[in-house]
């Protein structure tokens, strides 16, 4: 099963335009620790990313995580607003790989292979309609014409930590539809709902409309729960920033496990350690 990781560099020069591009520590041990559980199943892994992506990951002696590493995401996200729409390196991402594809989230470690259906979408959970993150479909503002006629506001959206699309019809109209919702959106200062809408909520509309079966790793609930099957990153990322003996602890545990099940590419850890002690 080909599966992809993406890294979009963006919406972090929309934000630091004169900075380096950098992931935090843990982020690149998650990443590391993500690419080569899911090639210890023996299916392959291609990093998805941008010019400077590629330059960034290449820098830190880091493209043998991935099988292969791919720059098909336009540096300018093909004028969509990076701001906003911080994920939009996903849907290139997506646009430009053939289906059946796994896309996996650089934060999300998949401990054991999942079983994954021929003709059914597996996302990693579903998504409550919370209105300060789901509001009405009415609350979304166009500079230029996008249809909503017809979408069904109740299906609950998917949440694509981890996202398993098997059909290459289904795979282009959903990708299409978001990257035409994001060209068209108005700009604005929400940096949430539009992004979580044309993703995850247009992703499970989508998905009705053009009667494809889904499926979904776990409950929601389980996210608050120790469980052994996948570790999601999540919110703790910002528990981490904030709380630098909590970046300590993760990044001692992730270094014991590359060390122990992946001895070929402890030497990464070097590089990981360098490029965070040179910032």
């Given amino acids: 099963m080909q599966a ?25 041990y998650s990443a590391v620790l993500s690419a080569l559980k899911w090639r210890s199943f023996g299916d392959n892994i291609t990093l998805i990313t941008d010019t400077r992506g590629a330059e960034y990951v290449k820098s830190l002696e880091l493209s043998s995580v991935w099988n292969d590493i791919r720059v098909l995401i336009p540096d300018d996200l093909e004028g969509i607003n990076p701001k906003m729409f911080w994920a939009a390196g996903k849907l290139f991402a997506l646009r430009e790989t053939p289906a059946p594809v796994s896309m996996i989230d650089t934060d999300f470690i998949l401990w054991d292979r999942p079983d994954l259906p021929e003709n059914r979408i597996v996302a990693a959970h579903r998504e409550n309609i919370t209105p ?6 009415n609350y979304f503002k166009f500079k230029r014409s ?10 609950l959206p998917m949440n694509t930590a981890f996202l398993y ?33 044309a993703e995850q909520r247009l992703l499970a509309v989508c998905a009705e409309e053009f009667k494809i079966g889904s499926q979904v790793l776990m409950n929601k609930n389980e996210l608050f729960f ?10 703790a990322k910002q528990i981490m920033r904030n709380d630098p003996q909590a970046m300590h602890d993760f990044c001692g545990r992730a270094r014991e496990r590359i060390k122990k099940e992946f001895s070929d590419y402890e030497f990464l850890i070097g590089r990981i350690e360098e490029d965070f002690f040179n910032r």
């Avoid at 059909?167 to 979580?196: G, H, P, T």
């Avoid at 120790?226 to 919110?235: A, F, I, M, N």
Wanted: net charge negative; charged share 25%; with cysteine.
């Fill in 146 to 155: 996008f249809s909503m006629d017809g979408m069904n506001e109740n299906v």
């Fill in 4 to 28: 992809i990781h993406v890294i979009s560099t963006a919406p972090f020069f929309a934000k630091n335009p004169k900075n380096r591009y950098s992931l935090d520590k843990f982020e690149l």
């Fill in 226 to 235: 120790p469980q052994k099957k996948y570790s999601h990153l999540w919110g």
């Fill in 132 to 137: 300060s993150v789901y509001p009405d479909f």
């Fill in 165 to 197: 699309l098997p059909n290459e019809d289904f795979k282009q109209y959903y990708v299409n539809r978001s990257i035409a919702f994001m060209k068209s959106a108005l700009d604005c200062e929400d940096f949430l709902c539009y992004m979580v809408f």
